[in-house]
């Protein structure tokens, strides 16, 4: 069950949560969309072993998760310079209400959960498998944004020429590479992706007057970030998963 409701979770939250959904979370409706996307997703994947109770312990998790994320965007009102912080405690708060459900409905899952921590079950299912990608390529994407928006009150605003939403893409694209680099071990593909953004970045960061923009900074902050948690993210998969 963990990581049918762990999927559902991360879908939720990192591939169906739009800009339009994530920008208007403050309205009752908007989180009950959400709640209910976490819910109709949870529900399809338990479906060969869903009973009424089982549904009624899913609503209360899409509940606690929708009360999670209100809390989270109050939070992220009254402390913008701790939005990396806001986003771990949320997702674990999020994997603590999850664990709580197992604790009720499956005890054998979290020996399983347990068991694949300590190397002992080798096999793997498409649940676990798919859930991890996700964390790691998009949900990385999250906590990188967090990262650097609270360094941006240090960075001049003024908007660089460049495509829309091309850092993204190249976020999830150099997050890709990491967790295929990591899995078939060919580390060295991380050396070569950090200098070959460098070599990209260059003339920007030899532009960087300190004290006016600290883009150098920035950007370092926001590739090492983006890399380290793709990289023990994989590490982490190749734990749980015998590769």
Sequence with gaps: MFWKILLAHLLADFVFQTDWINHRKNKPMVLVLHGGIFLGLAAL????????????????????????????????????????TLFLVDQGLHLGVILGFLVVFDNGGLVDLWQRMEGVVPD?????????????????????GAVCRGFMTQLNNKKRP?????????????????????????FEIIGFLLA????????????????????????????????????????????????
């Design 162 to 186: 460049g495509i829309d939403n091309a850092g993204r893409y190249i976020g999830i694209l150099e997050r890709s590479l990491v967790l295929a680099a990591v899995l078939v071990g060919k």
């Design 45 to 84: 994947f338990l479906a060969s072993s869903l009973s009424w109770a089982i549904f009624a312990g899913l609503a209360l998790v899409a509940v606690l998760h929708v009360l999670i994320d209100y809390c989270k965007n109050r939070f992220q009102i009254k402390y913008q310079s701790r939005q990396a």
């Design 196 to 243: 070959a953004k460098s070599i990209v970045r260059y003339p920007e960061i030899k532009g960087d007057k300190k004290g006016e923009t600290f883009f150098a900074e920035y950007f370092l902050v926001g590739t090492l970030t983006s890399l380290s948690w793709a990289f023990f993210g994989s590490l982490l998969l190749q734990r749980l998963v015998d590769f």
């Design 124 to 144: 793997s299912d498409i649940f676990l498998l798919v859930s991890f990608p996700i964390m790691i390529i998009l949900g990385g994407g999250y906590f990188t």
